[in-house]
T-cell receptor, first 111, second 116 residues
Framework: GDSVTQMEGPVTLSEEAFLTINCTYT??????LFWYVQYPGEGLQLLLK?????DKGSNKGFEATYRKETTSFHLEKGSVQVSDSAVYFC??????????FGGGTRLMVKP | NAGVTQTPKFQVLKTGQSMTLQCAQD?????MYWYRQDPGMGLRLIYY???????DKGEVPNGYNVSRLNKREFSLRLESAAPSQTSVYFC???????????????FGPGTRLLVL
């Protein structure tokens, strides 16, 4: 079946550092790919998405590019802020419209 | 516009007790979902309802039942709670725009359940 693998956290960075959170997937067909963010005490919010190979999703300074050849969708941000501290989930959606999530990566940004 | 709401926020149960988690959405979405979130495992789908009057099993349905009461409400019931059901439960809803629009799921704030 489909699966999503994320780097284990926590990832601890200083403010203004560069962020990369790795995500790779296994799926049949051509899934859509997503990054969700969960702030403390809240539900998941869609951060960005990409629906086909080479698409780049972007939002709030975060970016991720759908790489079919490496089955990856790594999340990047050039300069993180304390307010970016959260748990980040990579996910794919199959042809049946069901989401499969990775295990989540906790990001902690220190001033 | 409240989005997706869940009650209660937190609950403690003893093994064998029953309870119902409530979920409601005010976005007129057709599809609704129940997930559980466990450390290091992301979210796993328990049940979903593609439209009013239909429900289907997800990845981990054992020990749960659901009811799609109307278009707005989708409840999750634990008939006899077990410690393995200690988790955070999230409800979500979604719609698919017409044509080739992408479907997006919107999540509630979660219910934290502890079974002793």
């Amino acid at each position: 079946g489909d699966s999503v693998t994320q780097m284990e956290g926590p990832v601890t960075l200083s403010e203004e550092a560069f962020l990369t959170i790795n995500c790779t997937y296994t799926a049949t067909g051509y899934p859509s790919l997503f990054w969700y963010v969960q702030y403390p005490g809240e539900g998941l919010q869609l951060l960005l998405k990409a629906t086909k190979a080479d698409d780049k999703g972007s939002n709030k300074g975060f970016e991720a590019t759908y790489r079919k050849e490496t089955t990856s969708f790594h999340l990047e941000k050039g300069s993180v802020q304390v307010s970016d501290s959260a748990v980040y989930f990579c996910a794919l959606r199959d042809a049946g419209n069901m989401l499969t999530f990775g295990g989540g990566t906790r990001l902690m940004v220190k001033p | 516009n409240a989005g997706v709401t869940q009650t209660p926020k937190f609950q403690v149960l003893k093994t064998g007790q029953s309870m119902t988690l409530q979920c409601a959405q005010d976005m007129n979405h057709n599809s609704m979902y129940w997930y559980r979130q466990d450390p290091g495992m992301g979210l796993r789908l328990i049940y979903y309802s593609a439209s009013e009057g239909t429900t289907d099993k997800g990845e981990v349905p054992n020990g749960y039942n659901v009811s799609r009461l109307n278009k707005r409400e989708f409840s999750l019931r634990l008939e006899s709670a077990a410690p393995s059901q200690t988790s955070v439960y999230f409800c979500a809803s979604s719609y698919k725009p017409g044509g080739t629009g992408e479907e997006t799921q919107y999540f509630g704030p979660g219910t934290r359940l502890l079974v002793l």
